[in-house]
């Protein structure tokens, strides 16, 4: 909890949201793979461009993936750094788990012994 | 020998899964009784957890507060399903962090001489709920597990 916990979430908040959907993920999946333009996401998935276009924007939205200014075609390119934070949440939480848990071994020890046995 | 699982079923939710070598009524006691949680649940390394008030029963609160030296973080949960020695469901909010509750379901059962835990976090997120409404949102789940799995393998991190 030395970490920014409010940050953290927020941005893991938004990350989950972007991949409660299933098309989204889909999306994400795919541009794990390599780039891809709209065009190609379109074939791709066999939905129409304003549907690609809505998720493509939910997904930049939450910072999982970045369009270049650069190209015509303006490529979509995953960015990991959110995985990596949601990751990074996830880890710490685990961890905490752990340590709570090994502690807690220690008080149902003490438990077990105070309680006479049945 | 106890078992340790952290995993994330869904994109909102997270299980973790402990086994404990004790009986069900005392691990039941150990997360139910202040004085105890105080020993154990004090999170990350260096804090204390001085303030565990808890009101036990349907529709009571109770409120947590961690420390270290540089730090506090503030909690209060809501009791909204409680079956003595088998289930409990919260409510959590933290302190600073009003939009962002998660519901909390701790589920007790006997294994044995052993007793396995199994705590499920669900956050709800408004656009997730909306989300799950949508049609085909189930069907998509199941596909996508896989490929979520594949997509972060640092999530998995069960053991």
Redesign the interface.
């Known amino acids: ?2 970490l920014d ?2 940050a953290l ?1 927020d941005q ?2 938004r990350t ?2 972007a ?5 989204r ?2 999306i ?2 795919r541009l ?1 793979r390599g780039e891809a333009t709209v065009s190609e996401l379109v074939e791709c998935f066999e939905l129409t461009q304003p549907t690609i276009s809505s998720h493509l924007k939910t997904l930049e939205r939450s910072g999982l993936i970045s369009r270049s200014r650069v190209a015509q075609t303006r490529p979509c390119r995953l960015e990991p750094e959110c ?2 934070a ?2 990074a949440w ?5 961890s ?6 090994a ?7 003490k ?2 012994r105070e ?1 006479p046995k049945r | 020998m ?1 078992s ?1 699982e ?1 995993t ?1 079923p869904t ?2 939710s ?1 299980r ?1 899964v ?1 086994s ?3 009986p069900v009524d ?2 039941w ?2 997360h139910t009784e202040p004085e ?1 949680l105080k ?7 260096d ?1 204390s957890l001085p303030v565990c008030e808890i009101d036990f029963r349907v529709g009571g609160k109770a409120r947590y507060v ?1 420390k270290n030296p540089q ?1 506090e ?1 503030g909690m209060t949960a809501e009791f909204k399903e409680i079956v003595e020695h088998e289930r409990i469901v919260y409510t959590e909010l ?1 302190d ?2 009003p939009e ?1 509750a998660s519901t909390v379901t701790t589920v007790f059962a006997a294994a044995g001489d052993q007793t396995i835990t199994t ?1 499920d976090i669900e ?1 709800l ?1 408004q ?2 709920r909306d ?2 409404m ?1 049609p ?2 189930k ?3 199941e ?2 597990y896989e ?2 799995d ?3 393998p ?2 998995r ?1 069960g053991s």
């Not at chain 2, 020993?39 to 390394?45: K, R």
């Open positions: 909890m030395e916990r409010s979430v893991l908040d989950l949201t991949l409660a959907d299933p098309t993920r889909r994400v999946a794990a995985l990596h949601l990751g996830l880890g710490e939480l685990r905490i788990y752990e340590d709570n848990y502690r807690l071994d220690e008080v149902l020890d438990l077990k309680q | 106890t340790f952290f994330t994109p909102t997270i973790v402990r404990f070598d004790a005392l691990v006691r150990a105890l020993q154990w649940m004090t999170g990350p390394p804090h961690w730090f973080m933290y600073g962090w962002g705590v956050y997120t656009d997730a989300a799950a949508q085909g949102f069907e998509g789940y596909a996508s490929t979520l594949k997509l972060l640092q999530l991190v």
